[in-house]
């Protein structure tokens, strides 16, 4: 049972441009949501993360949005760059419970120059 | 400090093979966890060690099966391998496990093992 569920699976944006990235969650009991940046090659590295009792969180030209009672939370990257062209993974757990991440299934973002 | 250093990085194995996979955490990182990761079901959980026990495991068939060492280095192991094992296996090791606050309990990964079966 997937328990994140992530989209768009794949977004292509202009240089300077807006990328969001969606996920909805199933569990109450989740308390941690972690964005993972993955490049080719590599094993994935946390960009940015997000506790329920807050709103939003912005590191740079990233930020999570988190709405607890609809059960979803996005990234947004703003002034998109060529670099940040990756895969971004949401995740979620229950920290002091389940150590296991639960990860959605991933987005390929594409920065066009 | 040095990060999750994970061996070896390419394997290629034919069916029925098993296979062992390293893993060293970041120093002082006490629980570690194995991930695999395929294009059609993506990061999926297989389990957690920590002080030398596995506290959690995924939905995987018994073929898989892991340890953790006095100094938190991790294997895991998958006999008889199928041509679907074909992944990448992905480790990360966090500080602690449920105490001491989220930070913490931030996982990080290593660069995985790409197993081919062939």
């Known amino acids: 049972q997937q328990q994140v569920k992530q989209s768009p699976q794949s977004l292509i944006v202009q240089k300077g441009g807006i990328s969001i990235i969606n996920c909805a969650y199933e569990?109450?009991?989740?308390?941690?949501f972690p964005w993972y940046q993955q490049f080719p090659g590599k094993g994935p590295a946390l960009l940015i993360a997000?506790?329920?009792?807050?709103s939003e969180k912005k590191e740079g030209r990233f930020t999570i949005s988190f709405n607890k009672s609809a059960k979803q939370f996005s990234l947004h990257i703003m002034d998109s760059q060529p670099g940040d062209s990756a895969t971004y993974f949401c995740?979620?757990?229950?920290?002091?419970?389940?150590?296991?991440?639960?990860f959605g299934k991933g987005t390929k973002l594409t920065v066009n120059p | 400090k040095a990060g999750v250093t994970q061996t070896p990085r390419y394997l290629i194995k034919t069916r029925g093979q098993q296979v062992t996979l390293s893993c060293s955490p970041i120093?002082?990182?006490?629980?570690v966890s194995w991930y695999q990761q395929t294009p059609g079901q993506g990061l999926q959980f297989l389990f957690e060690?920590?002080?030398?026990?596995?506290?959690n495991k995924g939905n995987f068939p018994g073929r898989f099966s892991g340890r953790q060492f006095s100094n938190s280095r991790s294997e895991m192991n998958v006999s008889t391998l199928e041509l679907g094992d074909s992944a990448l296996y992905l480790c990360?090791?966090?500080?602690?496990?449920?105490?001491?606050?989220?930070?913490?309990?931030?996982?990080?990964f290593g660069a995985g093992t790409r197993l081919s079966v062939l």
């Open positions: 990360a090791s966090s500080l602690a496990r449920g105490t001491g606050g989220y930070t913490k309990n931030i996982q990080y």
């Open positions: 569990n109450t009991a989740f308390d941690y």
């Open positions: 997000i506790r329920p009792d807050v």
């Open positions: 995740a979620a757990n229950r920290v002091g419970g389940s150590e296991k991440l639960v």
């Open positions: 120093s002082g990182h006490r629980s």
């Open positions: 060690y920590f002080s030398e026990t596995q506290r």
